[in-house]
């Protein structure tokens, strides 16, 4: 962390000092979470929606911390006030604690990008932070930490050494992003696509659509977008924005003279990988095999390769970089090969109606017949996409419709706020013990254990909440792995 004392905290957060807060002391390091808490940190005491971190004080204290952000004067056991920076609310104060960072980063010639997108925006993270590490220290968010917490948390693990900050930006509402944005004033903005995730918090698409476009409008002229060509909702935001645009797409074409990323000749490799042309805005191509599981992940890689060329990263770095990277975060696509011959593909940490369809799409690739007529046989289990307000019922008949036409050979519906998609296969044709519905993951898990064979590959995907990604890991592992999910991020 780029180092503050107490009396500068106090100043940045408009806060008053507890009458034990020294103002020198120095803060090393902020946390959120009273467990995470080093010696020397400042832990910030954030009222939460199932507990509230003013309970924890004394736990931070205890772990080594030297100073509270609290929106009250709070005392430990003995009746001893604690060290604290009071202030009205300790969320804010946090982004107003980034915000001061950012700007002396910033001055020292850091640079910001910001990536949102309603799916793709940790692995575009992981992939475009890969490439920047080239170029200088490089901090991005630890899994998918893209909230008003989660920024400020990965603002302060920079350095003063920092030379590139990736920001993952997610939102549940218009003017969630402008907050954010205004948090770290991005140089390049990354928009990945517009999709259904969050519906039903966000009242509709079209408000989706508004809010990620957030991003883009709060570039300056010096700034560059990278848009989403083949998604028409974040291609038009390219009038939305003062900056210079890049445009990135399958087979895609310059609009209005702007820049373009492309891929082209794209075909999809035995194990799931996809392997294409990269053609830079100068013309030039190179061959590119991707180390990430599933055909949609030519837009992330394309996504990464053009903000990463418009910071200035020359092609044949981007490319090297890119060539035959997995992933880096957790339940992304993560594979793991069993030594009893069972592959499990646990893509479970979110879901929406876009990615499920990609995922499921993936698992029909990698089920198809190889060279010797040899087909393996699928299995998708999945849990309940959340969040989708009214058209949950039928986003989820829509799934299970589609993976008895993809022919998933066996489906495992795990949930009751998914069952529509075990009704919907079912009526689609899907019958015997071709699909399965169970209310429980633990249900689930006892009928995998007994039918699972050698040579099947099984798939998770649910929303994170559901918990089929713990699931897709106790799996994975109740044979000993031929290939465990460390081993294949790279």
């Known amino acids: 962390m780029i180092e503050l004392n107490t009396a500068q905290i106090a100043e940045i957060t408009g806060g008053r000092l507890s009458a034990s807060a020294a103002a020198e002391t120095r803060i090393l390091g902020v946390d959120t979470d009273s467990r995470e808490i080093q010696p020397g940190w400042l832990f910030v005491a954030k009222p939460g929606e199932f507990s509230d971190g003013h309970h924890f004080l004394?736990?931070?204290?205890?772990?080594?911390?030297?100073?509270?952000?609290?929106?009250?004067?709070?005392?430990?056991?003995?009746?001893?006030?604690?060290?604290?920076?009071?202030?009205?609310?300790?969320?804010e104060a946090m982004g107003a604690i980034a915000a001061h960072l950012v700007a002396r980063l910033k001055a020292r010639g850091a640079r910001v990008v910001g990536i949102t997108g309603s799916?793709?925006?940790?692995?575009?993270?992981?992939?475009?932070?890969?490439i920047l590490e080239?170029?200088?220290?490089?901090?991005?968010?630890?899994?998918?930490?893209n909230g008003e917490v989660g920024v400020p948390l990965t603002v302060f693990r920079a350095t003063e050494d920092t030379r590139n900050l990736v920001i993952e930006m997610g939102a549940t509402g218009v003017g969630h992003i402008t907050y954010l944005t205004d948090m770290v004033h991005p140089d390049t903005g990354v928009v990945l696509c517009v999709g259904s995730a969050h519906a039903g918090e966000f009242g509709g698409v079209e408000n989706i659509e508004q809010a990620k476009g957030e991003l883009v409008e709060a570039l300056g002229a010096d700034g560059t977008a990278i848009i989403n060509l083949d998604d028409a909702r974040v291609a038009r935001m390219r009038e939305r924005t003062a900056a210079k645009v890049i445009g990135f797409g399958i087979d895609a074409e310059s609009v209005d003279g702007i820049d373009v990323v492309t891929a082209r000749n794209v075909e999809v490799t035995a194990a799931g990988q996809p392997a294409f042309d990269i053609v830079f805005p100068d013309g030039r191509a190179f061959?590119?095999?991707?180390?990430?599981?599933?055909?949609?992940?030519?837009y992330n890689v394309?996504?990464?390769?053009?903000?990463?060329?418009?910071?200035?990263?020359?092609?044949?770095?981007?490319?090297?970089?890119?060539?035959?990277?997995?992933?880096?975060?957790?339940?992304?696509?993560?594979?793991?090969?069993?030594?009893?011959?069972?592959?499990v593909i646990n893509d479970a940490y979110n879901a929406n109606p876009e990615s499920m369809r990609a995922a499921l799409q993936t698992l029909a690739e990698l089920g198809v017949p190889d060279d010797t007529g040899t087909a393996r046989r699928t299995w998708a289990v999945i849990g309940p996409m959340l969040e989708l307000g009214e058209d949950s019922v039928l986003e989820h008949d829509i799934l299970g419709r589609q993976a008895v036409r993809l022919n998933i050979k066996k489906l495992v519906v795990v949930g009751s706020e998914a069952k529509p998609a075990y009704n919907s296969?079912?009526?689609?044709?899907?019958?015997?013990?071709?699909?399965?519905?169970?209310?429980?993951?633990?249900?689930?898990?006892?009928?995998?254990?007994?039918q699972l064979a050698s040579g099947d590959i099984v798939l998770f995907k649910s929303s994170n909440s559901a918990g089929l990604r713990h699931l897709g890991d106790r799996i994975a592992q109740s044979a000993t792995a031929a290939t465990a999910p460390e081993e294949t991020i790279r």
Do not use: C, N
């Not at 799916?119 to 890969?130: E, F, N, P, R, V």
């Not at 080239?134 to 930490?145: C, D, H, L, M, Q």
């Open 58 to 91: 004394d736990a931070a204290f205890a772990a080594g911390a030297v100073l509270a952000l609290t929106e009250r004067t709070t005392r430990d056991a003995d009746g001893k006030e604690h060290p604290a920076v009071i202030v009205d609310d300790a969320v």
């Open 287 to 298: 061959p590119l095999a991707s180390g990430l599981i599933g055909r949609h992940h030519v």
């Open 134 to 145: 080239t170029t200088g220290e490089t901090v991005a968010p630890i899994g998918s930490y």
């Open 119 to 130: 799916a793709g925006k940790t692995t575009t993270k992981d992939l475009l932070a890969s």
């Open 425 to 450: 296969a079912v009526l689609e044709g899907s019958w015997g013990d071709e699909a399965h519905y169970v209310e429980t993951v633990e249900e689930a898990e006892v009928l995998l254990a007994e």
């Open 302 to 343: 394309l996504a990464a390769a053009a903000a990463a060329y418009a910071i200035g990263v020359d092609a044949e770095t981007i490319v090297a970089q890119l060539a035959g990277r997995g992933p880096r975060s957790r339940w992304r696509m993560e594979r793991t090969e069993r030594a009893d011959g069972v592959s």
